[in-house]
């Protein structure tokens, strides 16, 4: 089966500027996660929807992140404004509801 | 609160001998538990689980044993290959639908 896709692989922005990252995960998945990862570290939740619908944002810095999944399938993550310390990888993730996740590769953010 | 840690933020191997990678959960609670492998530019990739009314899983080449009396989950590699190389993360579900907790994760390195 095809695994999860997300674009772009990197991108480098100034702070202040806005960036959207696309997940579409694992066809059939219900449940799709963003995770943020800070170099050296272990991946942090950031927000989970099941089908078009949120589940978990508690994580989530709702004053520059926002997150859609509109149609319960595809999922994009805006962060307007950056600031320096979103340089990270976003990961995208889905999962069945049940058992582990299956990650994407990944968005590398750069904010100069 | 909730957290996932490892001991060890590095560990060297020669090539053919056995891994072992610790980690110390907090949540004694959590049902469910994973270890993932991410290599340098991927996304985590599922390597094995283990439910909490096991204490020991074992798969190709890894076993993960569980001690719920002290909180402690290992992930042991038999023979360890040079393709082994990575960062190994454990990763806790404290219930249900709850997204997966991370912890910091764990650099292998072998020698060849």
């Known amino acids: 089966e095809a695994g999860v896709a997300q674009s772009p692989r990197y991108k480098i922005i100034e702070k202040r500027q806005s960036v959207a990252f696309w997940c579409n995960p694992i066809s059939g998945h219900a449940t799709l996660y963003w995770y943020q990862q800070i170099l050296g570290q272990g991946p942090k939740l950031l927000i989970q929807f099941q089908n078009n619908g949120v589940v978990d944002d508690s994580q989530l810095p709702k004053d520059r992140f926002s997150a859609e999944r509109l149609k319960g399938v595809d999922s994009t993550l805006k962060i307007q404004p950056a600031k320096l310390e979103d340089s990270a990888v976003y990961l995208c993730?889905?999962?069945?509801?049940?058992?582990?996740?299956?990650f994407g590769s990944g968005t590398r953010l750069t904010v100069v | 609160g909730e957290s996932v840690g490892l001991h060890l933020p590095t560990l060297s191997v020669q090539e053919g001998d056995n891994s072992i990678i610790n980690c110390a959960y907090s949540?004694?609670?959590?049902?469910?538990f994973i270890w993932y492998k991410q290599e340098s530019g991927k996304g985590p990739q599922f390597i094995i689980d283990i439910r909490s009314n096991m204490d020991k899983r074992q798969g190709q080449r890894v076993t993960v044993l569980l001690n719920k009396t002290v909180k402690h989950l290992s992930l042991q590699i038999a023979a360890t290959q040079p393709g082994d190389s990575a960062v190994y993360f454990c990763?806790?579900?404290?219930?249900?639908?709850?997204?997966?907790?991370f912890g910091k994760g764990t650099r292998l390195s072998v020698i060849a």
């Open positions: 949540n004694s609670a959590s049902d469910y």
């Open positions: 993730a889905s999962s069945t509801g049940q058992g582990g996740y299956t």
């Open positions: 990763a806790e579900n404290p219930s249900g639908n709850t997204p997966l907790v």
